[in-house]
């Protein structure tokens, strides 16, 4: 079964410091991967998402994220993080045939001054 | 602006006591999508409607139900709330439901259970 696993429960960076947030997940064929953010009292929003072709993405806000198929991951980067940016950030891969999207557990993002 | 929105924001029921959030949707896509998030957990979907087409996931529990009377308008309703339900409800939609597109997301609806 399609799976989504973020080991990062909480991290905490210094404002300007770089960022990544680490994904892994579990399909069996090309998948389609995303990666969300929840700011506090607020719905989800797209960051960005993966489906073939290039494996380094480009997504609002600064972020990127690269897709390699052999670890299977998908990291979401950022190299310089601003105070804005603390919220949760949860990965995401559309299951195929379920035919819904399969969230991680996500990771809750701390910007210290 | 605002493209889903959901009301209310804060839902506070008592134990039992049947209750209904609702989301409306300006965008005027096909699906619609209702997401359970507990503290600390991943979304889980609850059931979502293609159209006037209900789907429903094989573990959401009977006391979740769902209507969709029009494109715009979806409502979630919770028959007998109980202390586990308490989470944020959220809804979200998409034009065509297939797996490349991105999904719109509410506010969502924080419902507490006393």
């Known amino acids: 079964a399609q799976s989504v696993t973020q080991p990062d429960i909480h991290i905490t960076v210094s404002e300007g410091a770089s960022l990544e947030l680490r994904c892994n997940y579990s399909y069996g064929a090309t998948p389609y991967l995303f990666w969300y953010v929840q700011s506090p009292g607020q719905g989800l929003q797209l960051l960005l998402k993966?489906?073939?072709?290039?494996?380094l993405v480009q997504g609002i806000k600064g972020f990127e994220a690269e897709f390699k198929r052999s670890q299977s991951s998908f990291n979401l980067r950022k190299p310089s993080v601003h105070w804005s940016d603390a919220a949760e950030y949860f990965c995401?891969?559309?299951?195929?045939?379920?035919?819904?999207?399969?969230f991680g557990t996500g990771t809750l993002l701390a910007v210290q001054p | 602006d605002a493209m889903v929105i959901q009301n209310p924001r804060y839902q506070v029921t008592q134990f039992g006591k049947p209750v209904t959030l609702s989301c409306s949707q300006t965008l005027n896509h096909n699906v619609m999508y209702w997401y359970q998030q507990k503290s600390s957990q991943a979304p889980k979907l609850l059931f979502h409607?293609?159209?006037?087409?209900?789907?429903n996931e094989a573990d959401t529990p009977d006391n979740f139900q769902s209507r969709r009377p029009n494109t715009s308008f979806c409502f979630l309703d919770i028959r007998s709330p109980g202390l586990g339900d308490a989470a944020m409800y959220l809804c979200?939609?998409?034009?065509?439901?297939?797996?490349?597109?991105?999904?719109?997301f509410g506010s969502g609806t924080q419902l507490s259970v006393l």
């Open positions: 993966y489906f073939s072709g290039d494996t």
């Open positions: 979200a939609t998409s034009r065509t439901g297939t797996g490349r597109e991105k999904l719109f």
């Open positions: 409607y293609y159209d006037k087409d209900f789907n």
């Open positions: 995401a891969v559309w299951g195929g045939a379920t035919n819904k999207l399969i």
